[in-house]
């Protein structure tokens, strides 16, 4: 509770709150609390965005994560601000003390989450991430709540002033640390470092200007036993952190493995996401995953690829456009028809295109795509090409996407954006998109049929079965190989009328769709619309 007190007499100070005994002058010794106060504000900053981008790589749902994470935070902060009032009395041990755990814990969250995450897989268990994300949370939250309270009292014990005048000192150096911590956290620690030892050399830099303010400045205001236990601590938690730093490289991939299995040929980080590539060689199949989703399975992709890419060829086909796509396998499909002039491939990440094009397992498999001259990439984010993309140009527009519903893609699978796609198309063009899987989230799936039909397309749904049970390629990778999609959801539209949905007569047939099995899953998507479903948009997304 916040306690209701009297504003002590100007001059009084409590008994317990005597000017501190400094080996400098107060002066440098209030400037050297207020670097502290930077230092503490930048790592706890940076503790925070650990947890909402790991929190939003494992799980997915970035905003959700980011809320969760934020919210949680900030209220842990002033519980803790407000139990920081019974260590006033002891404020240069307590200090030490918070500032010793804050660096433990947040230093090696990162690795606590991922080693659940890796060696577990289940999230919805008691012990799973997400609660161990929220009490991470919490925790963190506690520990820097109660730093700005025991900083106020330590800067008062050096020289008295108004409070207004500390709070104002305080907070100028917490936010401006704040804003280190939040630019250093994307710009250095993430690229440079990754989320594990980035933390850990947070951590790391916690604990020392914690325990070199109270072990040095305020040493004289700790009795020998606090000095000892104070000074081990300090040493036990920097050792962790640094034995962690040492063995992260072996721990990261020990956890891929547990996560891959042990078949795992590359591993990279890229500017965009993390690439793994496993199988590919001795027959085993190849599979590719993106941030952790299964987004290629060389056991069933040809299913998937032939579904997307068929049925649009059917029709007028000499220039195409593939948004997404840097594997290679939808151009592979494109290049099957006579007639294509000109492949445009869009895609993010040049990384994935790089594989595509010079992996001997991931270019076998999408037939050397990107070596024919007719096909051309282009890195960039889909959705800003297409706003200067040229109008009326494409005869078939194939939207290869991560699924609706990953916080990153919605904007792919808005009006907006397929507006801008709309305007792409030919005359007699056709958009096809992939939607998700319709039996386990036929709502996202008939989401982005409004959405097309919002923006002025007539669609046609369909679906394939087929899809490996195996780690899920949805939005939550709690889903596990029980629950995983049996099933890919498309939609074919074009904007002049309601395309037809079928496969071109004048080229061989696909080895994996018929015709009139491709009518029948049709009819079986249709069973399952849900009208009455609002548009997604770029303000009020809907996935």
């Keep these: 509770m916040i306690e209701p007190h009297a504003p002590a007499p100007p001059g009084s100070p409590p008994d ?8 400098v002058q107060p002066d440098t010794g209030r400037l050297l609390v207020l670097a502290c106060v930077f230092v503490c504000a930048a790592c706890g900053l940076v503790y925070e965005l650990e947890l909402v981008a790991l929190a939003s790589y494992l799980i997915g749902d970035s905003v959700t994560q980011a809320s969760v994470v934020l ?3 900030v209220f ?15 404020a240069a041990a307590g200090f030490g003390a918070i500032e010793a755990i804050l660096a433990l814990v ?13 060696w577990t897989g289940g999230w919805g268990g008691l012990w799973g991430p997400r609660w161990l994300l929220v009490g991470f949370s919490l925790t963190i939250g506690l520990l820097i709540g109660a730093e700005v309270p025991l900083l106020m009292e330590l800067i008062q014990r050096i020289r008295r002033q108004d409070a207004g005048g500390v709070v104002a ?10 804003l280190v911590g939040g630019l250093a956290f994307p710009f250095l620690l993430l690229p440079l470092l990754g989320q594990l030892t980035g933390a850990l050399i947070t951590g790391t830099v916690n604990a020392i200007a914690g325990g070199a303010l109270v072990l040095g400045l305020f040493r004289r205001d700790l009795t020998p036993r606090a000095r000892r236990l104070l000074l081990l601590a300090n040493l036990t938690v920097l050792g962790i952190l640094a034995c962690a730093a040492v063995l992260v490289d072996d721990f990261e991939r020990a956890a891929r493995h547990a996560v891959y299995g042990k078949d795992v040929r590359v591993a990279l980080q890229t500017g965009v996401q993390e690439v793994v ?25 040809l299913w998937y690829h032939e579904a997307l890419v068929q049925p649009a060829m059917d029709g007028p086909h000499a220039r195409v456009l593939i948004l997404g796509g840097g594997d290679g396998l939808a151009a592979r499909e494109v290049l099957r028809h006579a007639g294509v002039r000109r492949v445009d491939v869009v895609e993010l990440d040049p990384e994935v295109v790089r594989l595509a094009r010079d992996d001997p397992a991931l270019s076998r498999l999408n037939g050397h795509a990107f070596d024919d001259p007719r096909v051309h990439e282009t890195t960039a984010d889909a959705f800003r090409w297409l706003r200067t993309a040229p109008v009326s140009t494409y005869d078939v527009v194939v939207a290869d996407l991560p699924d609706p519903g990953i916080t990153a893609s919605t904007k792919l699978y808005s009006e907006e954006f397929y507006g801008l796609a709309r305007r792409a198309l030919a005359p007699g ?48 990778r709690s889903v596990g190989a029980s629950r995983a999609p049996r099933d890919w959801g498309f939609l074919l539209a074009s904007a002049d009328s309601r395309p037809r949905l079928g496969l071109d007569p004048n080229q061989p047939p696909p080895r994996t769709l018929t015709e009139s099995a491709l009518r029948a899953d049709a009819r079986a998507a249709a069973a399952t619309r849900i009208g009455g479903l609002p548009a997604s948009t770029l303000v009020h997304p809907r996935y």
């Design 76 to 90: 842990a902060m002033g519980v803790g601000s407000l139990g920081a009032k019974r260590l006033r009395w002891r």
């Design 429 to 476: 063009g056709r958009l096809v998109v992939h939607a998700g899987p319709v039996a386990t989230r036929s709502r996202a799936f008939w989401t982005v049929d409004a959405t097309l039909r919002s923006a002025g397309l007539h669609t046609v749904p369909y679906r394939v079965s087929g899809r490996d049970a195996g780690f899920a390629a949805g939005p939550d």
């Design 106 to 118: 947040g230093g090696s969250s990162a690795m606590a989450l991922y080693a659940v995450f890796a």
């Design 277 to 301: 590539l496993t199988g590919g060689t001795h027959g085993r199949p190849l599979d590719l995953f993106l941030d952790g989703r299964l987004r290629v399975s060389g056991r069933d992709e």
């Design 16 to 23: 317990w709150a005597g000017p501190a005994r400094l080996p």
């Design 169 to 178: 000192d305080l907070f100028a150096a917490d936010y401006v640390g704040a």
């Design 71 to 73: 919210s949680l935070m």
